[in-house]
């Protein structure tokens, strides 16, 4: 039986002095259950954006104290299952996002559940693709909100934060302090309006530190097929320029490829995406094909 730590344990910023909502043991399975970035405060088409209390927004569930995880350790959580609410709701704020400066009207929209899709003003139906907005650990000093995205992860909106997925966080105090919220039924890559489908879920992970890999540039995450680099900085093009110099990195101190050959690779069959360009920092992220590093003798 996993550990289960409901919604009502949440938080609104990634810090080490917040308390932790569990203690659990390397290697445990937990369950969180995570509010919708709105903490539920918008259920109908009439609930706008000018009545959120901006208090309760982004929260974040726990954080999960993991016994035995030391500040510069790399934690490494696998995402085992995700599963998401009946209906999701996504926003329009005038000013806000990446069409702010010409959106001039506030609208609410609910997109139900219909199986495996969610279905747009009634007509469209998108397969849904869950993912994790905000994830990550505790940084080793200050307090970072959880709108806003840094090395300690936050919210990074990667659409690779899903199920089946294994991220990487340099842990920052005693107990690393994970946790995560904000979930998307699905969201595209950019997240133009600063929201994707926002909707309440539940995550079942186990975290448990890997010695071998101290030093890994974090946030970092892989899945099936493909590692990632995630950088967060003011501007896109210095974002980019992390996760780009991060993936080098990588692909030479872990995987012992020479420089010149990284690079060469990396603009053949690498991939510079973007996460989300809307929160306080944009996130950008460098993709690696995994056979090219098994390739090379090299697995994580
Ligand atoms: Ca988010
Ligand atoms: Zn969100």
Redesign the pocket.
């Known amino acids: 039986m996993a550990t289960l730590i409901d919604r009502q344990k949440l938080f609104f910023a990634f810090s080490p002095e917040i308390l932790p909502a569990e203690r659990v043991q390397q290697g445990e399975e937990v369950v969180l259950e995570t509010h919708d ?1 709105f903490e539920g405060q918008i259920q109908r088409t009439t609930d706008l954006v000018d009545s959120l209390d901006w208090n309760h927004v ?1 929260p974040a569930t726990g954080p999960v104290y993991i016994e035995g995880a030391k500040p510069g350790d790399v934690l490494r959580v696998e995402l085992l299952e995700i599963k998401i609410g009946d209906q999701a709701s996504m926003v329009t704020i005038p000013g806000e996002g990446a069409l702010g400066d010409v959106i001039t009207e506030m609208e609410t929209a609910i997109l139900k559940r219909e199986g495996n899709t969610v279905v747009f003003k009634d007509k469209i139906r998108i397969p849904i693709q869950p993912m994790i ?2 994830i990550g650990v505790a940084p080793a000093e200050g307090s970072v909100p959880n ?1 806003t995205p840094g090395p300690h992860g936050g ?1 990074l ?1 990667c659409k690779l934060m899903r199920q089946g997925s294994i991220a990487y966080f340099t842990v920052g105090v005693e107990g690393a302090l994970f946790g995560a919220g ?1 979930f ?1 039924a699905v969201m595209g890559d950019g ?1 133009i309006v ?3 489908a926002e909707i309440p879920g539940e995550l079942r992970f186990r975290a448990k530190v890997v010695p071998e890999l101290k030093g890994l540039p974090t946030p970092f995450v892989e899945t099936e097929d493909l590692v990632a680099t995630l950088y967060s900085a003011p501007t896109a093009d210095e974002a980019a320029d992390g996760a780009i110099h991060n993936m080098a990195k990588f692909l030479t101190e872990f995987v012992k490829i020479p420089l010149n050959d990284a690079g060469m690779l990396m603009s053949i069959v690498g991939e510079l995406k973007f996460c ?1 360009v809307v ?1 306080p920092q944009k996130t950008v992220r460098f993709e690696f094909p995994k056979w090219v590093l098994k390739e090379y003798g090299f697995s994580l």
Request: proline share 0%; glycine share 20%.
């Open positions: 970035c982004n907005g905000v709108g919210n909106d904000d998307h997240e600063v929201c994707g989300q929160d």
